[in-house]
């Protein structure tokens, strides 16, 4: 018996406005950073525009999987919907933030043999440009980078790309203080590295959840001695706790009632998974003591 019904519209499906609007500004910015990068002929600046295209890429994946996201079910076996597409698609980010991370070291390390002297007041006026751009796209997407795993895709993307834009300003500063062009290279594989580092993080959680881990700050230890101490239960067993998207955590249990408690757990348990452990969709079924037909794996 399931103690939630229903399925609402996912996190990101609320913020899919924000998205939009953040994919629009950069892909503008990403044509004018490209063209300005290749004219001054600054790896920073080269760089952070191939970031802003992974950005453009993962945005558009991300808008793509809120409208998959909330998209009714024709065939009538996907039980669940499809909000898995909002985690797929944070999975895709990962992947093009890794791409652009070795791209951008392997033109690093080759520029070490033959070094290339960047127009610093070009990237100067890109980089501070980009840095207003990414402020303004960080708040857009801040407040829905809390509540979905998608808009936190899209969010670490621009993040990463406003200290790329930090970057390209502190390199041009740097070529033009000491007049040795090797800062723009390292200023470079810096950003690779960090675009890298925040990838991984990100695809940690997107295995979290393919993987069916109990949701972060869910124990399911926790949540098998609550039910426990319900009136009315005697034990509690077959205990699954997983993330099917951001925002929409799922749990089953079987619930051995007390035949002397006279009474029916299964209200007081909804009740419990959903105000202390925020389950709002939770499958319970009650049985009695020797009678459980579950299954033996």
Known sequence: MSGG????HSAAGRH???LSLAAGIVATFFVVELVAGLM???????SDAGHMA????TLGAALFATRVAIRPDTTGR???GSYRAEVFASGFAVLVMLSVSAYIAIEAVARFGSPVAPATGVMLVVGALGLLVNLACMALLRSGSRESLNVRGAYLEVLADTLGSLGVIAAALLVRATGRTVWDTLIALAIATFVAV???LLGREVLAVLGQHAPAGITPEDMLAALSDLPGVSEVHDLHVWQLT????VATAHLVSDDRAGSNPLTAAST???ERFGIAHATLQVESAGTCQGADW
């Open 272 to 274: 419990l998974l959903r």
């Open 78 to 80: 996907r039980t669940f």
């Open 5 to 8: 019904h229903g399925h609402g």
């Open 54 to 57: 992974a950005d453009v890429v």
């Open 246 to 249: 951001s925002g929409m955590n």
């Open 40 to 46: 001054a002929r600054s790896l920073a600046l080269i």
């Open 198 to 200: 925040r990838a991984v």
């Open 16 to 18: 899919r406005w924000r």
